[in-house]
């Protein structure tokens, strides 16, 4: 019995990966070293700027706070994972790059995966009768993920624009 490796699988946009990891590896080391999925930034190791924002099991996480052994069995999507069908940019990923969202591009594939989460909570309650998000609820967001280029708010009218154009796409009138 191997006890430095673990036999795991995770289903990485929405393909199964089966391999044997350490028991300490981070889900940010297998997606970026083991699986090529570069998309998915190391900024800080400690959790506290969010380029290493992938979705887990739907819900936003920091990879680099997440054991991979944790996250088996889980369905984990990263920024790769997100694009829409023939290659365009998603509409969250157009708004952003209509409103000047992004500059050096290091923390965009982070604020995209969070923000994402925002988009589509957003999206399904819009369907129900509720509000957009509102500017602070967009900036609490955003508190985890640190942008030194943009000043944030060109994100935030990014992330607005989203919620309008999807509202619209769907009939609902935007408040």
């Avoid at 400690?46 to 920091?62: E, F, H, I, N, Y």
């Avoid at 969202?101 to 819009?126: D, I, K, S």
């Avoid at 369907?127 to 602070?136: D, F, L, R, S």
């Amino acid at each position: 019995m191997d006890l430095t490796r673990i036999e795991l699988t995770l289903h990485v946009n929405g393909r199964p990966e089966e391999f044997a990891a350490p028991p300490s590896e981070l889900l940010v080391e297998r997606l970026r070293d083991g699986l090529g999925l570069t998309g998915t930034k190391v900024g800080c190791d400690t959790g506290q700027c969010g380029t290493c924002v992938v979705r887990l099991d739907g819900r936003s996480v920091k990879s680099c706070l997440i054991l991979t052994a944790s996250a088996a069995g889980s369905e984990v999507t990263t920024i790769e994972g997100v694009t829409a069908p023939g290659g365009e940019l998603t509409g969250l990923q157009e708004a952003l790059r209509q409103e000047h969202g992004t500059q050096c591009g290091f923390c965009t594939p982070g604020m995209v995966m969070a923000l994402g989460e925002l988009v589509e909570t957003a999206r399904a309650e819009g369907a129900a009768g509720g509000p957009p998000p509102t500017e602070p609820e967009i900036r609490e967001w955003l508190t985890g993920n640190l942008c030194r280029c943009t000043g944030y708010h060109s994100v935030v009218r990014g992330v607005q624009r989203a919620c309008r154009l999807l509202a619209t796409l769907e009939g609902a009138v935007p408040r």
